[in-house]
């Protein structure tokens, strides 16, 4: 077998791989925020509570299969079940092209299950919970004295000044308007990212996030005429702008200059 047909296959095991952790992802973003354990039980229907058939779980081929519809009632199956794997198996798949065989997908596997995670439970609930933000940045904390992809002390100044610097804004938002803007959980998250791209990926990640949000935030006033209040999660592109760096912040494409 050639060299490139090897490659190809290790690059589509880590998709099919991606799919399957996607697939746990979904049930961690559907049981935490009803106080469930994502480790216990079965997986059941949103629509009517029947148990799923382990035939009815395969990542994306079920979905296509029962035509997005639950095979007990009929109901329809949330679209949030194939995106999640479906970004799940690519994201997988880019990681073992951008670092192949390689140690530091330890790391930048859970970092970025994690913010696929904390991003569509944003989008659905306006949560990014503690029980995730906090464990998972002491994990890129340890990670940072093990693995050679950043020096500890980056990690530690990335997850101090991620929380620290969101936290002041947020902070500060409400002190002069009586209002929540960005939550604690933002900041959470920041530190999050801090602890596993070091603090030289802070400006870029929070400089993208926010032209990607002011973008978004333009968009939907123009078009549904809402006003200028109408909340919008924040970790999706606070998210996608930690991806983009991980993947594209050594690229001669991109101006190196956006990351610093």
Partial sequence: MSSAATEAGAVLL???VGLAVGSFLNVVITRLPRGESPLQGRSRCPQCDTPIRWRDT???VSYLLLRGRCRACGGPIPWRYPAVELVSGLL??????KFPASPLLLAYGPFAAALV?????????FWLPDVLTLPLTGLGLV????LPHLRWYEAFLGALLGGGVFYGVAWGYYRLTG????????????????AFLGVQA???????SALMGAGVGAVLI?????GRLTPIPYGPFLALAALLHLFLADSPLVPQALWR
């Fill in 92 to 97: 997988a798949a880019a990681l073992w092209v």
């Fill in 179 to 194: 209002r929540e803007g960005l939550g604690l959980g933002d900041a959470k998250l920041l530190a999050l990212i801090g």
């Fill in 222 to 226: 123009w078009r549904e005429r809402a």
């Fill in 117 to 125: 995670t904390l991003s569509f439970l944003d989008l659905e609930h």
């Fill in 14 to 16: 880590a998709g099919l």
């Fill in 202 to 208: 802070l400006p870029g990640v929070v400089l993208l």
């Fill in 58 to 60: 395969l990542p994306l």
């Fill in 143 to 146: 990670l940072s004295l093990i």
